[in-house]
T-cell receptor
Framework: SQQGEEDPQALSIQEGENATMNCSYK?????LQWYRQNSGRGLVHLIL?????REKHSGRLRVTLDTSKKSSSLLITASRAADTASYFC???????????FGTGTRLTVIP | ETGVTQTPRHLVMGMTNKKSLKCEQH?????MYWYKQSAKKPLELMFV???????ENNSVPSRFSPECPNSSHLFLHLHTLQPEDSALYLC?????????????FGSGTRLTVV
C-alpha cells in the first residue's frame, strides 16, 4: 500500500515531556505531511517536508525525514494537555496526485 | 473554523433514505476531496474534483454520488446506504489538485446508518 504507517499506535506522556511519533512508508515520495486530528473533528495540517529536505521546525514541532530509510518522525517538545489528539502522516508518491494517510498515532498528554 | 465548512455535523439515516452532505470553501482553492474515516482504518479517498471536474473515483459504490456545481461547493448524495457506511465523512480542499501544499479539512459529518 502507499500510505504511511505511524508508530506507536498510542502514546501516553506527562505534560512537559517530549513526544516522538514515527512514520514509515513503502515507496519513494515527493513530500510527506503531518496532520493533527482532535477527537471527532477534521484534520489540521501541521508541516510539509519535501523529499530533498531533512529537517523542518514549526514552533514546538520538529519533523525529520530520512528518505534512505523511508521514515519520518514528528517531535513535539514540552507537550501540553491541548496536544492530546491523533497524529497522521500522509505521503505523496511520485506520479500520484493525492495524499495517502496512515492510521495515526493517538497521543494523550496527562496534565 | 478552517475555511472549509461541512453540514450537517451529525446525520442519522435509515437504509432507504436519501440525504446529502454539503461542503463549502471560500479559500479560492481549485480542488476538493471527499474522504471516509472509519474506526482503525486509514482515511479512504473517495472522490477528487479539480476545477469542478471529477478527476478520481476510487471504486466507490454507486450509492455515493458526488456533485460539484462550482469550485466552492461539493456535495455527497447518499441513497440506500448500508450500516457499514457509518463513518466520519471529511471534505478537504487544496490550492490545486495534488499535494504540493497541505490540504484544508472541514470538521466532518458523522454519519450513522440504521
Amino acid at each position: 500500500s502507499q500510505q504511511g504507517e505511524e508508530d506507536p499506535q498510542a502514546l501516553s506522556i506527562q505534560e512537559g515531556e517530549n513526544a516522538t511519533m514515527n512514520c514509515s512508508y513503502k515507496t519513494s515520495i515527493n513530500n510527506l505531511q503531518w496532520y493533527r486530528q482532535n477527537s471527532g473533528r477534521g484534520l489540521v495540517h501541521l508541516i510539509l517536508i519535501r523529499s530533498n529536505e531533512r529537517e523542518k521546525h514549526s514552533g514546538r514541532l520538529r519533523v525529520t525525514l530520512d528518505t534512505s530509510k523511508k521514515s519520518s518522525s514528528l517531535l513535539i517538545t514540552a507537550s501540553r494537555a491541548a496536544d492530546t489528539a491523533s497524529y497522521f502522516c500522509a505521503t505523496v508518491p511520485p506520479g500520484a496526485n493525492n495524499l495517502f494517510f496512515g492510521t495515526g498515532t493517538r497521543l494523550t498528554v496527562i496534565p | 473554523e478552517t475555511g472549509v465548512t461541512q453540514t450537517p455535523r451529525h446525520l442519522v439515516m435509515g437504509m432507504t433514505n436519501k440525504k446529502s452532505l454539503k461542503c463549502e470553501q471560500h479559500l479560492g482553492h481549485n480542488a476538493m476531496y471527499w474522504y471516509k474515516q472509519s474506526a482503525k482504518k486509514p482515511l479512504e479517498l473517495m472522490f477528487v474534483y479539480s476545477l469542478e471536474e471529477r478527476v478520481e473515483n476510487n471504486s466507490v459504490p454507486s450509492r455515493f454520488s458526488p456533485e460539484c456545481p462550482n469550485s466552492s461547493h461539493l456535495f455527497l448524495h447518499l441513497h440506500t446506504l448500508q450500516p457499514e457506511d457509518s463513518a466520519l465523512y471529511l471534505c478537504a480542499s487544496s490550492q490545486v489538485q495534488g499535494a504540493g501544499s497541505g490540504y484544508t479539512f472541514g470538521s466532518g459529518t458523522r454519519l450513522t446508518v440504521v
